[in-house]
């Protein structure tokens, strides 16, 4: 009989894997890619149109 792919054995995680690992990581990331994004375009743009502009 062939396993399921959803059976509880493949589901479980390994032996001190710390399940906020993979969130708290990903929210970093994404933090970072929105930093990036909004100093390319609104930080950026914003400071030359309010500093530089003098």
């Not at 995680?13 to 609104?42: D, E």
Request: glycine share 8%; no cysteine.
């Amino acid at each position: 009989m062939q396993r399921s792919l959803l059976a509880r054995p493949r589901k479980l995680a390994a032996p001190g894997l710390n399940r906020w690992l993979l969130p708290l990581t990903t929210l970093a990331v994404r933090l970072g890619i929105g930093k990036a994004y909004g100093f390319f375009v609104f930080w950026l743009p914003l400071y030359i149109f309010l500093v530089l502009k003098k």
